[in-house]
């Protein structure tokens, strides 16, 4: 069952565009959220639900307005990702929010990567470091998040919940049915690890759902993917 925020309650997310992002706007709203979407491209956020209020702002080049949005709002929620070729940006986009974070005493939940994630095989690798397991073409994300997991260690003082996607993040339905981790893949029965944008959004809000109704005292990260259930034979 879907929780309902009360309605005075305001999200922010930053990368409101993206396939995670407006997973993460759709599911807010539909909780009752007052949501800010704060991207770049204004063509983009115009494609939001009218109810969205839109803020299109360059992180990088203006961290005091982010500082300013973040500031009117209970919760923040980042699915953040520079364009392709520039992904030595994301420690620094990353910092800007952190920062903002600090400043202004705001629980932040923020999309990460699964580079810094164990494999389920017990051989204690991770996604980055084992032999042939990522393909070149996404090494640089990878790397660049890695830098991010090393940059949450130095904000032990924020509220922040990092969520790391399985290795397959993929278009799908909304089932609302994952398995949440911590620091290893979730696998499904046939060894992948996998979740839909829709779910991962899904996922993302109930973790800030569960902020308020119990509260976050300790910096968190976290995986979630599917896990069925398949019958003996």
Same mark, same amino acid.
């Given at each position: 069952?879907?929780?309902?925020?009360?309605?005075?309650?305001?999200?922010?997310?930053?990368g409101?565009?993206?396939?995670?992002?407006?997973?993460?706007?759709?599911e807010?709203?539909?909780?009752?959220?007052?949501?800010?979407?704060? +991207?770049? &491209?204004?063509?983009?956020? $115009?494609?939001? @639900?009218?109810?969205? =209020?839109?803020?299109?702002? *360059?992180i %990088?080049?203006?961290?005091?307005?982010?500082?300013?949005?973040?500031?009117?709002?209970?919760?923040?929620?980042?699915?953040?990702?520079?364009?392709?070729?520039?992904?030595?940006l994301?420690?620094?986009?990353?910092?800007?929010?952190l920062?903002?974070?600090?400043?202004?005493?705001?629980?932040?939940?923020?999309?990460g990567?699964?580079?810094?994630?164990?494999?389920?095989?017990?051989?204690?690798?991770?996604?980055?470091? +084992?032999? &042939?397991?990522?393909?070149? $073409?996404?090494? @640089?994300?990878?790397? =660049?998040?890695?830098?991010? *997991?090393? %940059?949450?260690?130095?904000?032990?003082?924020?509220?922040?919940?990092c969520?790391?996607?399985?290795?397959?993040?993929?278009?799908?339905?909304k089932?609302?049915?994952?398995?949440?981790?911590?620091?290893t893949?979730?696998?499904?029965?046939?060894?992948?690890?996998?979740?839909?944008?829709?779910?991962?959004?899904?996922?993302?809000?109930?973790?800030?759902?569960?902020?308020?109704?119990?509260g976050?005292?300790?910096?968190q990260?976290?995986?979630?993917?599917?896990? $069925?259930?398949?019958?003996?034979?």
């Open positions: 069952m879907t929780n309902t925020a009360p309605h005075n309650r305001k999200i922010v997310v930053f409101a565009t993206g396939d995670v992002g407006r997973e993460v706007v759709t807010a709203l539909l909780r009752g959220y007052q949501v800010t979407a704060v +991207a770049r &491209d204004i063509a983009k956020l $115009s494609a939001l @639900p009218d109810s969205v =209020a839109r803020q299109s702002i *360059d %990088l080049a203006n961290p005091e307005i982010a500082a300013e949005v973040l500031a009117e709002h209970d919760v923040a929620a980042s699915s953040l990702r520079p364009a392709t070729g520039q992904e030595r994301l420690p620094e986009m990353t910092k800007v929010l920062d903002a974070a600090r400043q202004n005493r705001t629980p932040i939940f923020l999309t990567g699964a580079a810094t994630l164990k494999l389920a095989d017990g051989s204690g690798h991770t996604v980055l470091t +084992a032999p &042939d397991f990522l393909p070149d $073409s996404v090494r @640089p994300i990878a790397e =660049a998040c890695e830098q991010v *997991d090393i %940059l949450f260690d130095q904000y032990a003082d924020v509220q922040w919940t969520l790391r996607p399985p290795t397959m993040l993929i278009p799908g339905e089932t609302r049915n994952y398995v949440r981790g911590t620091d893949l979730v696998t499904d029965h046939d060894g992948a690890a996998r979740i839909s944008f829709a779910d991962f959004g899904v996922a993302m809000v109930d973790l800030v759902d569960a902020s308020f109704d119990a976050i005292s300790n910096p990260r976290l995986t979630v993917g599917y896990q $069925s259930q398949v019958a003996a034979a």
